[in-house]
C-alpha cells in the first residue's frame, strides 16, 4: 500500500493502537483513582483533539470479531458509560471528521456534547462538573501552549482536573534538527526559524510542570512505535494512579514532595516552591 495511506511516519501510523491501548489504561486507572476517593462527585470526559473516532486494526491475534484499539473519544464514550462519569465533550477543527466523529460517539453516549473548536471550552458552562478527565492527541508538536492554556482554565473553575497527554516527540525533534540558516533563506524558512525558538522548551519536565495543573506530573519514557513517530506520554493529576507509579520508564514529580531523589530536578523544586 503507498505509504501515503498508511500515513506510517506522521503522528499516525497502523501501529497506533499500541499508543491507543496504553492511554487508554492510563485513562480508566486515572478515572478509577478518583472516583474510588470522590464517590458521587460529578465527573466529566474530554476529548480535546477528538478526530474522526476510526479505531486502529490491532496485530491480528484472533481470527475472528472486531479487532481494532478504539480511538481517544469512543475509548472515552466507553468510559463514560460508567456510573461514575456523567458527560462527555469531544473536540474535533475538521468538519468532515466531525461529522462521522458525532455519529460514532452519539451511538454510544446520546448526550455527548460535540464542539468545533477546544477554545470554545473557554467559553463552556462546566455547572455542576467536579472534576474533568482530559485527552490530549494533537498532530505534531506546534500547540501545546494553547492547549495547555485551556486545559488551565478549566482547573480555575474550580474543578479538579486529570490531563493526559501523548507528546509526538519525533515531530518536534524533527524540527529542532531542521537546518534553517544560509543562503536558501525565505519567508517559510524564517518563519520556522522563529516557531523552533517557541518549542525549545519541550524537552524538559520542569516547563510541563510549570504549564499545568495538578499535584504529580508523570512523563513516560520514550516510545518509538514506528521509525517516524516517538512520543511520550504526559499526566498532571492530583491523585497518581498506582500503575503509573508502579511502571518502569516514569518520571514523577511531585510537588508535594519535590526533592524526592531522582525525580525532580533543581528547577522544579525551585517552581514548587
Ligand atoms: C492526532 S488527531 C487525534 C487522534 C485521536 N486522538 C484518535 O485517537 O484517533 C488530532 C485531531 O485534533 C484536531 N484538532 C487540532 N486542533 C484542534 C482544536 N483546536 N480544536 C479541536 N480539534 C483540533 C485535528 O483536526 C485532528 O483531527
Redesign the pocket.
Request: with cysteine; proline share 7%.
Given at each position: 500500500m503507498d505509504r501515503r495511506h498508511l500515513r506510517d511516519g506522521a503522528?499516525?501510523s497502523e501501529r497506533s493502537y499500541k499508543k491507543?491501548q496504553e492511554l487508554a489504561r492510563i485513562a480508566h486507572s486515572q478515572l478509577s483513582a478518583w472516583t474510588i476517593t470522590h464517590p458521587g462527585a460529578h465527573s466529566w470526559l474530554i476529548?480535546?483533539?477528538?478526530?474522526?473516532?476510526?479505531g486502529i486494526q490491532k496485530q491480528q491475534r484472533a481470527l475472528f470479531g472486531d479487532d481494532l484499539a478504539d480511538?481517544?473519544?469512543i475509548m472515552l464514550a466507553k468510559l463514560c458509560r460508567r456510573p461514575d462519569a456523567e458527560r462527555l465533550i469531544v473536540?474535533?477543527?475538521?468538519g468532515e471528521?466531525r461529522h462521522v466523529l458525532r455519529e460514532r460517539v452519539l451511538k454510544l453516549v446520546p448526550d455527548t456534547v460535540v464542539l468545533?473548536?477546544?477554545?470554545d471550552l473557554l467559553s463552556y458552562d462546566f455547572g455542576d462538573c467536579d472534576y474533568a478527565l482530559i485527552?490530549l492527541?494533537?498532530?505534531g508538536h506546534g500547540?501545546y501552549e494553547?492547549?495547555l492554556k485551556i486545559i488551565q482554565h478549566i482547573r480555575a473553575q474550580a474543578i479538579k482536573t486529570d490531563a493526559i497527554l501523548t507528546f509526538n516527540q519525533r515531530s518536534w525533534s524533527r524540527h529542532m534538527g531542521l537546518h534553517l540558516q544560509g543562503e536558501h533563506d525565505n519567508r517559510r524558512i524564517a518563519a520556522s526559524r522563529r516557531a523552533k525558538q517557541l518549542y525549545t522548551w519541550m524537552p524538559e519536565l520542569n516547563e510541563w510542570v510549570s504549564r499545568l495543573p495538578g499535584r504529580y506530573l508523570a512523563r513516560s519514557r520514550l516510545t518509538a512505535q514506528s521509525a517516524a513517530f516517538w512520543f511520550q506520554f504526559i499526566v498532571a493529576t492530583d491523585y497518581l494512579a498506582d500503575r503509573i507509579r508502579r511502571q518502569k520508564g516514569w518520571e514523577i514529580f511531585d510537588r508535594a514532595n519535590p526533592n524526592r531523589p531522582g525525580t525532580a530536578t533543581a528547577a522544579a523544586s525551585a517552581l514548587a516552591g
Open positions: 503522528g499516525f491507543l476529548d480535546m483533539t477528538a478526530g474522526d473516532g476510526q480511538a481517544t473519544p473536540c474535533e477543527k475538521s471528521r468545533r473548536r477546544n477554545q485527552v492527541d494533537p498532530c500547540s494553547e492547549h
